[in-house]
């Protein structure tokens, strides 16, 4: 310990710094363990207990209830393709657009990255674009969570930043073994930006994953909503049905709508929290790369 | 040699420097590069500058069976009728408020969690509190909702529970107006200040431990090297930031928003985003809600650009 650790002021500061940062961590985590506590636990407790976060009797009714339709499923499914697919469209504009400006010497590089810094300060907001979704008839089509965000300009400057540190000699080396200009960025550039583009694949992802506001401007049709949009109709709107009483064994007891609603939150938060670590041992360095210039 | 032009830097001998491949050479050497450069190049055009070609339509009265082009031009109609709209008020208020709030209650709250955290000697406790906080960011904003229903709901709610056991009344805070923005704020502190600390640690981890030591023999407490090294360190993440933030003064989150709205807090709650899509696409008012939506962008354009001015003057370097 450094010598400014000594005083009894500083012991002091030191203790209750602790004690604050842990309650700041607990406030992070707690939420979630109350509400997968809540998904298992019965009615009575539901009632009888305020807050906890150990259920007394675990039940899987309430998970049951929500599976016995389609509805959670089929909005499952939706989210599903779109984070995959998506997230391929996303990797595949960014990537190769991201090459394409990474070349030095390449005619009309500065007038399209001027353009696309531009579009980061003014753009032409919800209407006008709505508009355009809807003139490329793609409302109530997957494709309209999919296209309109395909890159972000953030992601790209990183990414063309990234390529163009990668030393000239290589691809030259390359290229003296006959590499075309697409096999050079097969074989040697793409293979060697793995940490970088696993950094965004997981970033699109969980940004497609978490998209609400997309499937609300463009998807009316109640078979084509992702899981966000379900939620907010069972959780917020109380409107749609999670499951069905009448497809349940007649013995079955509904369970409570409090442990229904926690269990839908539970079921759309998992995911996240699956790739949470793989997230983790990569945005660190995703974020620093953001504040190098280039 | 054409190597040395690529990498900028001057040529050697002026012999060389007449060598460089006509532009004809250039595009037919590098036709695969524009292959590449294409979709990128079309999604840029149609979904970012097509739309800003579409913001016209606030001058126009866009009718969707005329179409765009045959659109009759009103001029600034739409802006006068939503400035004479009570409305205006409405939404200029609750935005600046959630906004003002947010710049007092949120913004700082990253900082000092980064200043705390810098403090803590314990690599491994740094490390577990750092993996706990930032969670909560990527958790989707209808889960962040959700939760919030959850807990505030009337109909079972612990917090409400609770009030009962204690205080024998419920507290309608979904539906309350008084409600709605310390909800808003503590959404936005759980969900971003954790990540938000990211940022400053890492222009913390650029200071040299020296300079601590240093400080420690010259006699300084904590305090004062928190106030003469640490923040000094980040002094200019937080001016760029503020920048930043000063453009968005008029968004405030349209997700966020629209999930917590609803007809019995709408008073506190309706803000220019929700009003665009309140107007645009639930309604239809396609020239009037783009002319809203244009009046906020251009807010945000002046109030980046305004800051920035401020900041150099105070001797920042600015974000331009």
């Known amino acids: ?294 | 040699m054409k190597q040395a032009i690529e990498r900028g830097k001057p040529p050697q001998a002026a012999g060389e420097a007449a060598y460089r491949p006509s532009l004809a050479i250039r595009l037919r050497r590098d036709k695969w590069l524009y292959l590449l450069l294409l979709p990128g190049l079309l999604y840029f055009a149609l979904f970012k500058y097509v739309p800003m070609w579409g913001i016209l339509l606030a001058f126009k009265n866009y009718q969707p069976f005329t179409g765009f082009w045959k659109s009759e031009w009103v001029g600034l109609e739409h802006f006068r009728l939503f400035f004479a709209n009570p409305e205006f008020f409405l939404l200029l208020q609750n935005t600046l408020i959630l906004s003002f709030l947010n710049l007092v209650f949120f913004f700082p709250a990253p900082i000092v969690l980064a200043l705390l955290l810098n403090e803590v000697r314990r690599a491994l406790f740094k490390r577990v509190v750092q993996t706990m906080i930032y969670i909560p960011h990527f958790i989707s904003m209808v889960i962040v909702a959700s939760l919030t229903y959850v807990f505030l709901t009337t109909e079972g709610g612990p917090v409400n529970e609770l009030l009962l056991q204690h205080t024998g009344e419920k507290i309608a805070f979904l539906s309350d107006p008084d409600w709605f923005r310390p909800i808003i704020l503590l959404q936005t502190i759980w969900k971003e200040c954790g990540w938000g600390t990211i940022i400053f640690l890492a222009a913390l981890s650029a200071v040299d431990v020296e300079q601590y030591e240093a400080a420690t023999i010259d006699g300084a407490n904590r305090w004062k090297q928190i106030w003469h090294i640490t923040l000094p360190a980040i002094r200019s993440t937080i001016v760029i930031l503020l920048i930043l933030r000063m453009g968005s003064v008029l968004d405030n989150g349209f997700e966020q928003i629209y999930l917590m709205l609803n007809p019995l807090n709408r008073s506190a709650a309706e803000v220019f985003d929700t009003y665009v899509y309140a107007m645009g696409i639930t309604q239809g008012a396609f020239s009037y809600s783009t002319a809203v939506g244009l009046f906020k962008s251009v807010v945000g354009i002046i109030l980046v650009l305004g800051t920035n001015w401020l900041a150099k003057k105070f001797g920042e370097s600015g974000l331009y």
């Open chain 1, 1 to 294: 310990m450094s010598k400014r650790n000594r005083s009894i002021a500083g012991t002091i500061f030191d203790a209750a710094n602790i004690i604050f940062l842990t309650a700041c961590a607990l406030a992070a985590v707690l939420p979630f363990v109350y509400v997968v506590a809540g998904s298992f636990a019965s009615d009575a407790e539901l009632t009888s207990r305020a807050v906890f976060f150990i259920p007394e009797s675990l039940t899987l009714d309430a998970y049951k209830f929500i599976f016995s339709t389609d509805t959670i499923m089929q909005s499952i499914g939706v989210s599903v393709y779109v984070t995959v697919i998506g997230t391929a469209v996303n990797l595949f504009f960014t990537v190769t657009m991201a090459y394409a400006l990474a070349r030095r010497g390449l005619w009309g590089r500065n007038f399209v990255l001027n353009l696309v810094i531009f579009s980061m300060l003014f753009g032409g907001g919800m209407i006008p674009t709505y508009l355009v979704v809807r003139g490329l008839h793609l409302l109530d089509s997957l494709w309209s969570l999919m296209l309109p965000g395909a890159i972000s300009a953030f992601n790209l400057i990183i990414v063309k930043n990234f390529f163009q540190e990668i030393p000239k000699e290589i691809e030259d080396a390359g290229r003296i073994d006959g590499c075309t200009e697409l096999g050079l960025l097969g074989r040697i550039v793409l293979p060697l930006s793995m940490p970088v583009l696993a950094t965004f694949t997981l970033f699109y992802a969980v940004g497609h994953w978490n998209d609400f506001f997309g499937a609300l401007l463009y998807i009316n049709d109640p078979q084509k909503w992702p899981l966000q949009v379900m939620l907010r109709q069972i959780v917020l709107l109380s409107q749609a049905a999670a499951g069905d009483m009448n497809s349940m064994d007649p013995s079955f007891v509904a369970p409570p709508d409090q442990s229904i609603k926690m269990a839908v939150i539970v079921v759309g938060t998992i995911p996240i929290l699956c790739v949470y670590p793989f997230l983790q041992k990569h945005f660190a360095k995703g974020v620093l790369l953001g504040s190098v210039k280039g």
